[in-house]
């Protein structure tokens, strides 16, 4: 059973950063695609990056130039860096893991197995 752990959250200016982190514990990192997703009071869940296993990367519009997804096969764990945030990237930010490839990991589908969570909040 894979277990996906996040921290990293918490309350920042805008133009701040944060850095969120994904610890994956009961399979190797390097066996999976990793993918963030978000989710704001009111609004569905929405995807926010993705790494492959051959570490082709997708992003979402909006984050672009402000996010950088990665990860540590040593550490098994993901990482989201977050820039020049905005009030608008206010939300519960999600990790996920998925077996699949290609532009379907910017789709929930894609992924099985989902962390609880971590807030960010983003002060104007």
């Known amino acids: 059973q894979v277990q996906l752990v996040e921290s990293g959250g918490g309350l920042v200016q805008a133009g701040g950063s944060l850095r969120l982190s994904c610890a994956v514990s009961?399979?190797?990192?390097?066996?999976?695609?990793m993918g963030w997703f978000r989710q704001a009071p009111g609004k569905e869940r929405e995807f926010v990056a993705a790494?492959?296993?051959?570490?082709?990367?997708y992003y979402e519009e909006s984050v672009k130039g402000r996010f950088t997804i990665s990860g540590d096969n040593a550490k098994n764990t993901a990482y989201l860096q977050l820039n020049s945030l905005k009030p608008e990237d206010t939300a519960v930010y999600y990790c996920?893991?998925?077996?699949?490839?290609?532009?379907?990991?910017?789709?929930?589908?894609?992924?099985?197995?989902w962390g609880q969570g971590t807030q960010v909040t983003v002060s104007s």
């Open positions: 790494i492959s296993r051959s570490g082709a990367l």
């Open positions: 009961g399979r190797t990192l390097s066996g999976y695609a």
């Open positions: 996920a893991a998925s077996s699949s490839s290609g532009v379907i990991l910017m789709r929930r589908l894609a992924y099985v197995y």
